[in-house]
C-alpha cells in the first residue's frame, strides 16, 4: 500500500484489498473525480499509487493506472466485461446500437463491419484532404489576421481546429457530398458533447420535457433525420466514392439502417471532439518551445513542399517522411489523452496485479497516469518528443506499454490510425505556415469525456513571414 494509504472499502476474498480512502474522503473524491478527473488522479496517484478503490456497493470504482495492470486489462477476455452497463451515458447520446456501448456478438457485429470502412487504402486517400483542409483553415486565419489592427494576433485556436477537425471528419465519413452541412451537424453535437460533461448526476435518465436532456434528444432526431436520408441516397444513387465510410457501411448490409446511424453518430462524436481538444494540446505544447517549431517547419517544407508547389498530392509516402510531426504527436497524447478515464464494468470477480475486483465494479483505467507513470517515463511531465531516440530496447518495450490513448486489446479505438494521421499532417502543415506563441503558461486540463485546455489555446498568430 503506498505511504498515506487508508483502508479501502472495496470488498475482498482472494486477492489482496486495493487501497483507497474510506468514508467522507473516499464520497468527496468520487464526487470530484467524476466532475474534473485530472487533479483528483493525480492525488490519488500520490496517496495510493497507480491501482486504487473507491466507493462500496453498486457504486464501487477501481481506478487504474500502472502500464503492467493495462496490459493485463486488455489482454483480459472482453466477455469478463460490460460496456453497456448502468453508468454509461453515452449510450444516451450515441445510440443503443452504437459499437462503444455493446457487448458480446453486437459489439463484434458492429465493430467487425465500421473496421472494413476503416481500412488503410482508404485511409491513404484521406491524406491529400487532409492537407487541403489544413491549407483552407490557414487561409481563413489570414482573413481574420488582415482585419486585426495589429500583428502578431491573439487568436483562440481551438475553435479553429474544431471546425477544420470537423470538416475533415464530415468529408471521411459522408464524403464531398455533405461537405457543405459540416458546421450544421457540428452545432447538433454541441449541445449533447455539453451535455455529456456535466455534473455526473445531471444526465440521470428522464422523461420531462423542457430540460437540457430534452433538447438534447431533439439535436439527437435532427441528426437521425440528416443521416438517414443521406443513408436512403446512398442506397438508390451511390456515389462510388471511395473515400465514402457511410457509402461503404450501406453496402456491406450487415447492420440495419438504425445502427448505421448510431455507428456514424459515434464516429462523428469520437473523431470530432477528441482529435480537435487533442490538436489544441499539441499546438500549446509544440509552439511553446520555438526550436521544436522551427524543427518541425524545417521537416515539412522538405517533405509536403509549399502549398500548390507540388505536382502530385502528398500520399503515404510522405506521411511516413514526417517523423518528428509523429514523435510530436506521441508526445502530447501521452501527457494529454483525448480520454483521461474510460469506464468498463467487471461481468465477474476478477484477478489484476494481485487485486481482487469485484463483480459490478466500474473499472475506471486511465491513459493519463499510465502516460505520466515515472517507473515507465524519465522526468514524465516534461514535453520531449526526442525522449526515446536513443532509449534501450527495455526502454522502448515499457514506453509501449505505458502509451495507451487509444486503449488496446480487441476495444481499442477504432479510428486510431485516422486520428494519429490527421494530428501528424496537420501539425506539420500548420508548423509550415503560421508562427505561433502562446500566451502565458500551460493552461490547466478540463473535461471529464475529453480531456481539453481550460480556455482554449489562445496564442499569439501570424502568417509565416
Not at 87 to 96: Q, R, T
Not at 108 to 116: A, E, K
Not at 215 to 232: C, K, M
Not at 301 to 324: H, I
Request: proline content about 9%; glycine content about 10%; charged content about 25%.
Amino acid at each position: 500500500m503506498a505511504k498515506g494509504a487508508e483502508p479501502d472499502s472495496v470488498a475482498t476474498g482472494a486477492g489482496a484489498r486495493l487501497p483507497g480512502p474510506t468514508g467522507a474522503t473516499g464520497l468527496g473524491l468520487m464526487r470530484r473525480l467524476l466532475r474534473e478527473p485530472q487533479p483528483v488522479l493525480d492525488e490519488l496517484r500520490g496517496r495510493f499509487g497507480p491501482i486504487c478503490g473507491l466507493g462500496w456497493g453498486p457504486a464501487r470504482m477501481a481506478v487504474v493506472g500502472e502500464p503492467g495492470a493495462l496490459r493485463e486489462l486488455f489482454a483480459t477476455s472482453t466477455d469478463a466485461f460490460r460496456w453497456g452497463h448502468k453508468f454509461n451515458a453515452l449510450g444516451f447520446v450515441v445510440g443503443p446500437g452504437s459499437m462503444i456501448v455493446s457487448d458480446g456478438a453486437d459489439h463484434h457485429r458492429r465493430r467487425g463491419s465500421v473496421q472494413g470502412a476503416f481500412a488503410r487504402r482508404r485511409l491513404n486517400g484521406w491524406i491529400p484532404m487532409i492537407v487541403e483542409r489544413t491549407d483552407c483553415a490557414v487561409e481563413r486565419l489570414a482573413d481574420e489576421l488582415a482585419r486585426a489592427p495589429a500583428t502578431p494576433t491573439v487568436v483562440d485556436l481551438y475553435p479553429a481546429g474544431r471546425r477544420l477537425v470537423l470538416e475533415v471528419v464530415v468529408r471521411a465519413l459522408f464524403g464531398e457530398a455533405l461537405a457543405t452541412r459540416s458546421e450544421e451537424i457540428g452545432d447538433l453535437f454541441q449541445r449533447p458533447q455539453d451535455y455529456l460533461e456535466s455534473p455526473a448526476l445531471r444526465p440521470l435518465p428522464h422523461p420531462f420535457p423542457h430540460t437540457r436532456r430534452s433538447r438534447v434528444r431533439e439535436d439527437r432526431r435532427a441528426l437521425d433525420g440528416l443521416i438517414d436520408q443521406t443513408i436512403a441516397d446512398r442506397r438508390d444513387h451511390p456515389t462510388n466514392d471511395p473515400a465514402d465510410v457511410l457509402e461503404a457501411l450501406v453496402q456491406d448490409g450487415s447492420l440495419s439502417d438504425a445502427e448505421i446511424r448510431d455507428q456514424v453518430v459515434t464516429l462523428i462524436g469520437a473523431g470530432f471532439d477528441t482529435t480537435s481538444a487533442s490538436l489544441a494540446w499539441m499546438v500549446l505544447r509544440a509552439s511553446s518551445d520555438p526550436a521544436i517549431w522551427a524543427a518541425l517547419r524545417v521537416e515539412a517544407d522538405g517533405v509536403l513542399g509549399s502549398p500548390g508547389g507540388r505536382d502530385d498530392p502528398p500520399g503515404p509516402a510522405e506521411l511516413a517522411r514526417l517523423e518528428l510531426a509523429d514523435r510530436v504527436v506521441r508526445e502530447t497524447l501521452r501527457l494529454h489523452p483525448a480520454g483521461v478515464i474510460a469506464p468498463r464494468e467487471a461481468a465477474g470477480d476478477l484477478q489484476l496485479r494481485g487485486y481482487r475486483i469485484p463483480k459490478g465494479t466500474l473499472i475506471l483505467w486511465s491513459a493519463y497516469l499510465a502516460g505520466r507513470d515515472p517507473e515507465a517515463w524519465d522526468d514524465p511531465l516534461r514535453f520531449d518528443p526526442d525522449r526515446l531516440l536513443d532509449a534501450t530496447p527495455e526502454q522502448r518495450a515499457l514506453a509501449d506499454q505505458a502509451w495507451v490513448p487509444f486503449g488496446g486489446g480487441t476495444r481499442n479505438c477504432i479510428g486510431f490510425a485516422l486520428a494519429r494521421m490527421e494530428l501528424t499532417l496537420m501539425i506539420a502543415r500548420l508548423a509550415q505556415r503560421i508562427d505561433v506563441s502562446p500566451i502565458g503558461p500551460l493552461p490547466p486540463p478540463i473535461g471529464m469525456v475529453v480531456n481539453r485546455p481550460r480556455g482554449g489555446a489562445p496564442a499569439r498568430v501570424a502568417l509565416r513571414s
